[in-house]
C-alpha cells in the first residue's frame, strides 16, 4: 500500500511574489534620482507596502523631498538567490513600479504594477491579490533549511533522486537541493551542458518547520522502496573512474 502524492499544489504568482520580498535581502531602486542599492534596508508591511530605510544623504530621498508631486514614481528590484550554489542562482526576479512618500523619515512605497520573472516566464501579478497575498510560511527558513540539507544530509537528496523520472537523470552529474515552500521540495539536476529542475510534491503542504520535517521523510520513505536510478548510478561509476 504505498503512499500516493495527492497534493500537487505550487505557489501562486502573488504568493511567491510576497515571499521574494519577505526573504530578499537587498534591492535595486531606480528612480528620478537614479539608481542605488540598498542591503538590508527595507522592511515589507501586511499590505505590501515596501518601507525603505535609506541613509539622509541619499538621492533617492532628496528625490522624494523635493518631488514636485509629492509622490515620485520609481521602481523596485528584487532577486530570490538559491541559498545553496548551483548554477543559475538566481530563481526568480521580482519588479515593483509605484510611488513613493516620505512617512517619518523613511521612504514608503505602494507598488501599482508587479512583475515576477521565473525560468518559465514572467507574470503580471494582480495588485489586490499582491497586497493580499501572504508569503509562504517556509520563505524566511528555507535558506537555513537547505543549507543543512545540502551541507549534512546529501546522502538523503541523492536517496530522493529515486523518485525521480530516471529520464530526467540522464546525464546528471550533481543533484543539490535548490527550492522548498509548503507544497514541495525542488531539485537543481546538473548535467555536463546544461541543467533542469525537478519537483517532489509533499503528500499535504507544511505550515511550519516541524510538519517539513515529517514531510521529507515521508518522501525518503518512499524513496527507500525505489531502486537507484541507473543513470545517476552510471554517472556516479563514471565519475569514480
Do not use: N
Amino acid at each position: 500500500m504505498g503512499d500516493s502524492h495527492t497534493w500537487t499544489a505550487t505557489p501562486g504568482a502573488a504568493e511567491q511574489a510576497r515571499s521574494v520580498l519577505a526573504a530578499a535581502w537587498s534591492c535595486a531602486v531606480t528612480a528620478e534620482g537614479g539608481r542605488e542599492e540598498f542591503v538590508g534596508a527595507h522592511t515589507v508591511a501586511d499590505d505590501g507596502r515596501v518601507l525603505l530605510h535609506v541613509p539622509e544623504d541619499s538621492a533617492l530621498l532628496a528625490a522624494a523631498v523635493c518631488a514636485p508631486r509629492g509622490e515620485p514614481s520609481g521602481v523596485l528590484e528584487f532577486a530570490d538567490v538559491a541559498p545553496v550554489p548551483v548554477r543559475s542562482r538566481i530563481r526568480a526576479r521580482l519588479w515593483l513600479a509605484g510611488w513613493f512618500a516620505v512617512t517619518d523619515g523613511h521612504l514608503a512605497f505602494r507598488p501599482t504594477r508587479v512583475v515576477l520573472r521565473r525560468p518559465s516566464g514572467a507574470v503580471v501579478v494582480d495588485v489586490e491579490e499582491f497586497a493580499a497575498a501572504a508569503p509562504d510560511p517556509l520563505a524566511l527558513a528555507e535558506a537555513r533549511l537547505l543549507t543543512h540539507l545540502a551541507d549534512c544530509h546529501d546522502d538523503a537528496v541523492q536517496r530522493l533522486t529515486r523518485l525521480v523520472d530516471p529520464d530526467s537523470l540522464h546525464g546528471a552529474v550533481r543533484v543539490r537541493p535548490l527550492a522548498v515552500d509548503r507544497h514541495g521540495l525542488t531539485l537543481r539536476v546538473e548535467r555536463v551542458r546544461d541543467h533542469g529542475d525537478v519537483r517532489l510534491p509533499f503528500h499535504a503542504p507544511a505550515d511550519e518547520v516541524a510538519q517539513l520535517t515529517e514531510r521529507v521523510h515521508v518522501l525518503l520513505a518512499q524513496a527507500g522502496a525505489v531502486s537507484c536510478p541507473r543513470a545517476l548510478q552510471r554517472q556516479r561509476t563514471d565519475g569514480d573512474g
